[in-house]
C-alpha cells in the first residue's frame, strides 16, 4: 500500500503535523501511557503499573511491532521524563539513537521495603531506625518483577525479549543488587547515584567480588554519579575523606573503580561523573548518555547520496545494519515495516525497478504475515505490466486479510465488478472540513464526474469509492476516507491513514 511519500507532500512538514495530530487525537489530550495493576502474592498487595506502548503499535494497515521493555524503579517520579526521552530519541529522523520501547513505570508502595537488599536498624548518617524499620524486602521485590511482573507484561503487551532496567538512588541500590545477584534478569542496567552506602558497604563488597569473577557476555551498565560533595572537595579530596557526609559519593566511586579495574569480564561498562548536577538533578542527562551509550550500535550512518543512489545499495545497507543490531540485541529486530514501504515506493515513483523491488521484498522476508507487503509488491508488478504477478500477490494479500483497497485492486486486474458512485451522488460528499487543532483544511469537490480533494498548502488528488461512503486517494492509497452522513450531507471526514486516526470535521 502506497504511504504519504508517494504523494509527494515534503517530508519534513508530514513528520510535524502528523505527530501534532497524533497527539492531539485522543479527546484532545497529550496520552502518555495508561495505568494497569497486578495483584502480586509475593508481596501480598495489589501494585499499579504505568504502561507506555509506542503509538505505531496501533497503525492496522501494517504488522503489529513488537517492542523492548524497559522496567522503570520509582515510575512515578521518572516515567513522563522516560517515556518522552525515548520517544524523541527512537523517532530522530532516519537516524534513531534508540528502538522503540514499551515502558512499564514502577509506582512505589512501600520504598524503603522494596529497595532496599537487606534490613537494618539504622545506618547513619542517611537513615534513622523510623526510616529502616521496614528494610530489607529487596529480594522479593526483585523476585516480584521476575516472576511476576515480567510474565504479566510479556502476556499483555506486545514485547520483544530485551529488558532494561533503570534505577535511581535506592532505586540505582536496587539495579545493583539486580545485576549483581539477578545480572541474567535483564541485558542491560542504567544505575544513577545508587546508595552503596547502605548497610555499611555490604551489596558495595559483594559486588568487588562478583566482577572480579564472573563474566557479563552480552550485559551492558552505565552507571551515573551526581555531585554530592560540600563546596571545596573534589573526586580526588573526596577519596581520602572519612565523614559520614562523603560516605555516599564515596562509595559510587568505589564501585566505579571496581567496574573500570575488571575489565576482563566483558561487561559493556561506562560510568560518568556530573560534576554540575545534584543527586536530584543526575537522572535526566544520565539516562540521555546511557541510552546513547548501551545503543551506540543502533543509529544507522546514512547521507544525501545514500537515497539519491539508483542502485539497491540503500536497501543493502539497512539490512547489513539491522543484522549487525539482531546481534547485538540477541533477537530478530527488524526496521519498520511503514519506514521499507515508504522508500519502496519512492523508487518506484522514480521508475528504480530494481531499487523498489528490493525494498518491497525486504519487507516480504521481515514481515511474511503482513497483507500490506503483497499489495505493496502487487503495485510493483503492476507497474511493470505482469498482471499475473500482481494478482498473485494481490490474492496473497487477501489470504492473510480482507481489504477494501486490495479487493478493489484485483477486481479492476480480473474485470470483476467495481463499485460505482453517480456523479449526482458524489455531490453529497462534497465540502469543507478542518482537523481540530491544527488548522488543516480539507475541501472535497466534484470534477468530470469524480470526487477530488485539496488539503491545505497541497496538491489535488482524485478520491475513488470503495463502498458506502468509504473512498480512497488515488496517488496514495494507504489512506482511507470514511464520510460521516447526516441524510444526504456529509458531516465529517474520519481519516485512516498508517500514521493514525484523524477526523476533520464540516465546516458551517
Known amino acids: 500500500m502506497k504511504i504519504l511519500h508517494s ?11 502528523s505527530s501534532v495530530i497524533a497527539q492531539a487525537q485522543k479527546d484532545n489530550k497529550i496520552v502518555l501511557g495508561n495505568i494497569d495493576s497486578i495483584q502480586s502474592s509475593i508481596l501480598n498487595e495489589k501494585r499499579k503499573i504505568w504502561v507506555h506502548v509506542p503509538s505505531n503499535g496501533t497503525v492496522d494497515i501494517y504488522a503489529k511491532q513488537k517492542y523492548p521493555v524497559v522496567y522503570l524503579l520509582d ?32 509506582p512505589n508502595t512501600n520504598r524503603t521495603r522494596d529497595l532496599t537488599p537487606t534490613h537494618v536498624d539504622a545506618d547513619p548518617p542517611y537513615m534513622d531506625s523510623a526510616f529502616s524499620k521496614t528494610s530489607g524486602g ?69 559486588a568487588k567480588k562478583v566482577l572480579t569473577e564472573n563474566k557479563f557476555d552480552g550485559k551492558s551498565l552505565f552507571l551515573g554519579i551526581a ?39 566483558s561487561l559493556k561498562y561506562q560510568g560518568k561523573y556530573y560534576p554540575d548536577d545534584s543527586h536530584g538533578s543526575v537522572p535526566l542527562i544520565t539516562e540521555y548518555d546511557a541510552l546513547h551509550f548501551i545503543f551506540d550500535y543502533y543509529p544507522l550512518k546514512l547521507n544525501n547520496k545514500d537515497f539519491t543512489d539508483t542502485t539497491t545499495v540503500l536497501a543493502d545497507k539497512y539490512e547489513k545494519h539491522f543484522a549487525n543490531v539482531t546481534k547485538q540485541m540477541g533477537y530478530k529486530v527488524k526496521p519498520s515495516e511503514n519506514m521499507i514501504n515508504g522508500m519502496g515506493y519512492q523508487a518506484l515513483s522514480m521508475k528504480l525497478y530494481a531499487k523498489a523491488e528490493r525494498f518491497f521484498k525486504f519487507n516480504i522476508d521481515n514481515y511474511p504475515e503482513s497483507f500490506n507487503v503483497y499489495d505493496s509488491y502487487a503495485d510493483y508488478f503492476i507497474a511493470k505490466g505482469d498482471t499475473i504477478q500482481a494478482i498473485d500477490n494481490l490474492k496473497k494479500a487477501l489470504s492473510l486479510k480482507e481489504f477494501g483497497e486490495t479487493r478493489q485492486k484485483l477486481n479492476e486486474l480480473q474485470g470483476g465488478a467495481v463499485y460505482k458512485v453517480t456523479a449526482d451522488e458524489l455531490q453529497k460528499y462534497a465540502g469543507e472540513f478542518e482537523i481540530n487543532g491544527v488548522g488543516i483544511i480539507i475541501k472535497t469537490f466534484v470534477t468530470d464526474g469524480k470526487l477530488h480533494m485539496t488539503a491545505t498548502g497541497r496538491p489535488e488528488a482524485e478520491l475513488y469509492p470503495l463502498s458506502l461512503h468509504q473512498f480512497k486517494m488515488k496517488s496514495a492509497g494507504a489512506y482511507n476516507f470514511i464520510f460521516e452522513m447526516a441524510g444526504d450531507k456529509a458531516t465529517a471526514i474520519n481519516l485512516n491513514t498508517p500514521e493514525g486516526n484523524f477526523k476533520a470535521i464540516s465546516k458551517k
Open 7 to 17: 504523494f509527494k507532500w515534503p517530508l519534513f512538514l508530514f513528520l510535524a503535523i
Open 227 to 265: 555531585n554530592t560533595m560540600d563546596e571545596g572537595m573534589d573526586v580526588t579530596k573526596v577519596r581520602k575523606d572519612t565523614s559520614g557526609d562523603t560516605k555516599h559519593i564515596r562509595s559510587i566511586l568505589e564501585l566505579q573503580s571496581y567496574f573500570e579495574s575488571n575489565k576482563q569480564n
Open 138 to 206: 529487596g529480594e522479593q521485590f526483585i523476585a516480584f518483577i521476575e516472576k511476576e511482573l515480567m510474565p504479566y507484561i510479556d502476556a499483555h503487551y506486545p514485547t520483544e525479549p530485551y529488558k532494561m532496567l533503570i534505577g535511581h538512588s535506592f532505586g540505582g541500590l536496587t539495579v545493583m543488587n539486580t545485576f549483581v545477584h539477578h545480572s541474567n534478569l535483564f541485558n542491560s542496567y542504567i544505575c544513577i547515584d545508587p546508595s552503596m552506602w547502605w548497610d555499611k558497604q555490604k551489596l558495595l563488597k559483594e
Open 75 to 106: 515510575g512515578d517520579g521518572h516515567f513522563s521524563s522516560v517515556v518522552g526521552m525515548i520517544q524523541q530519541l527512537s523517532t530522530v529522523n532516519g537516524n534513531s539513537i534508540c528502538p522503540e520501547m514499551i515502558v512499564v513505570g514502577i
